[in-house]
């Protein structure tokens, strides 16, 4: 037998042996293992073993240490074992899968032990996450700095997964950016969760991908269908399985050998050579051709991968059985089915595993485990050891506080702030990348994209400017860009943000990616942005304009629960500063906090996670509001960070707090100063982050409940300099639940005012006046809290 023989049956053993595996996995959590409730563990058995070949392809041959890899979310049980025989999963973790600790239900780059390029579970995003970071990583070369070879940015989806939008706005946007190096593998089994799909889908998928320029590939036979068509009668039987329905294909293939050849013979007739090409074989055998897919054909898939000679992107239609190789492939049913316990004792028998042996890596395999072992060891996948790369952190200078001898507003203290570190070059400006989904000139960031210019991976010309035509946008697009402009889709701004935020991980070059976008229009990206943060990627999202302080542009711009995101958002730090100093220390804290992988150890200060890291969300807003001449101490500045300060300190006989956050500052400043007319003694506590407050909170909370009673979070030594009988008024242009929580601290009676419906078109006095948030609603919220007793003072008008 010839070494490249040998080779090959060695791959068609393991490819048998993953599926054992993948089976087996989901078998034990469901029926072996003991359970604590009633829950069904779930996993996919069909959907893995429809994907039993590519994996064997792509893990035991094609991989590349640079490529990354998007698995298809049920695909996960093998992907694990494919993790397992190449000793990067544990045995220990398989026995565990879905359970505390153990193998994870889709794969996670955060939850799982063995080497998960993107987390799944989504479905849609990873193939989106495959563009983006193709993307990324051509911006990394052009600007020199990879160290090591491109990788192909692969996604393997299912069919149906494709009927995600998500995927089409990342097709259009790989299209315009001169998407290379992406590879998509659909496994075309034509069943979804709940159903067949329909027909012709692949002629549907043909014409969209070519559209966009993707060289399409469809593997549809496999060769021992090839060498039937080549027989006498084989054009007959080929027109008749491309004439096919899918409900049909899937029934036949579950019903087997002798129902396919009823219906073939039903359907074809009496026409001698193909008549006798199917009564040649037996129900076995014609079983066997007719569900010999391109898909599960391992010489076809080496071959047609191995003719791909360019780096443009890349769509291969896999035709495959959902569950081949199982007892119910092809059955309608089987997504979230599974085998039972007889039907997987045949399985056993037919793998040749003994009992007590399941989970032994080359137990029923033909051959020496030495060869198997050989083989696997040299697999280029694993070649270079460890794929997930680090960088070294930038250095982060102190940033220039902005001059501010006007009304500023905080957008446009941020467009200042990156506008002067685009001055000149520096270590962190220079790795600085931003982003916006067609609103970087209203969201702050056209001074820094009039200095750095839009990237591009080869020049574009500026015909305005060329022509001497006046504009106040100098986008120069090249290579040197350091700018991406999206079309209008935050689906994909976030997708992108989260990409370029793994750029250390993936490909060994540290990115700061800065996106913006307007605060409402988070909630259309929010799938994306929960995904990003998922996979601890680390980014800055600057969303302006915010609230219903962006006035004339009415309810449909005017967000509402983007601070519960802030608040409920893992992995993200949320801020809403109201003054640009405080938006300077902020932004200066978040360069750094981004680049930080420690432990998860709290400050004994504030009892906040830090050193972990993160991503950070500043709401931003477009209103102006007199800047505070002030310098910030380091004090001051931590508290800031922390996520708030008196701006007025509470005297000792304080019975009332006005507690605000974001640009309602003026407002709440006013009425204080109103209400000190008659409570002296009144407190102002600027709230910058009511996300970090309440975290920290929690954690101390937490901490005491550990046997740490001392524990006590910044919130807490702030609102204990207050008497537990006072009462805090609270304040946002947002939902009002975002600060009401204050109550629960110290015990303080809390009477919150926000926005809790839509808003319209009108001035901000209009709208704050009707939603209830000016300075005058304050003032009357505050003689509620105080029992009911009026004010002694004038309405503000």
Known sequence: MSDHHAQSTILENLEKKALWLSTWTIHHANSIRPKSDSLKVGGHQASSASLSTLMAVLYGAVLQPEDRVAVKPHASPIFHAWQYLLGRQTRENLENFRGFGGAQSYPSRTKDADDVDFSTGSVGLGGAMAVFSA????????????????????????????????????????????????????????????????????????????????????????????????????????????????????????????????????????????????????????????????????????????????????????????GYGLPFAGHKDNHSGQINSAQLGILRDAHQIRTGHEWDLFEGLPRPASEYDAFLNQVPFIAQGCRRYTAARINVPELTPVSAKAALSTQEGFGKLLDDLARGSSPLSDRILTMAPDVATSTGLAGWVNRKGVFAKTPIADEFRDRGIASMQKWAASPEGAHIELGIAEMNLFTLLGAAGLSHALFGERLIPIGTLYDPFIERGKDALNYACYQDARFIVAATPSGITLAPEGGAHQSIGTPLIGISQDGLASFEPAFVDELSCILEWSFDYLQRDGEEAPEPGDWLRDETGGSVYLRLSTHKLEQPTRTLGDGLRRDIVNGGYWLRKPGPGCTLVIAYTGVVAAEAIAAAGRIGQDQRDIGVLAITSADRLNAGWHAADRARALGHPNAQSHVETLLSEVSRDAAIVTVTDGHPLALSWLGSVLGQRVRPLGVEHFGQTGSIADLYRAHRIDADAIMRAAELSLNGRPLRLARIS
Request: a negative charge; glycine letters at 10%.
């Open 135 to 322: 993307m990324v990583q051509d911006y990394v070369a052009a600007k020199g700095w990879g160290k090591r070879a491109s990788g192909r940015m692969i996604s393997i989806l299912g069919d149906a997964e494709l009927d995600e939008g998500n995927l089409y706005e990342a097709l259009l946007e790989g299209k315009k950016h001169d998407l290379r190096n992406c590879w998509w593998f659909i496994d075309y089994n034509r069943q979804s969760l709940d159903a067949v799909t329909k027909d012709a889908q692949n002629a549907f998928f043909r014409d969209v991908f070519s559209s966009m320029g993707w060289e399409v590939v469809e593997l549809k036979y496999g060769s021992l269908l090839e060498a039937a068509f080549a027989e006498p009668g084989g054009k007959q039987l080929r027109d008749w399985i491309d004439g096919c329905s899918n409900q049909i294909y899937a029934a036949l293939t579950f019903s087997g050998g002798a129902a396919w050849r009823e219906q073939l013979l039903n359907d074809l007739g009496d026409q001698g050579d193909v008549s006798h090409l199917i009564e040649s074989r037996t129900d076995d055998e014609l079983a066997r051709l007719m569900t010999n897919l391109g898909g599960h054909d391992q010489r076809s898939l080496m071959q047609t991968i191995a003719s791909i000679d360019h780096d443009r992107p890349v769509c291969f239609i896999l035709y495959t059985v959902k």
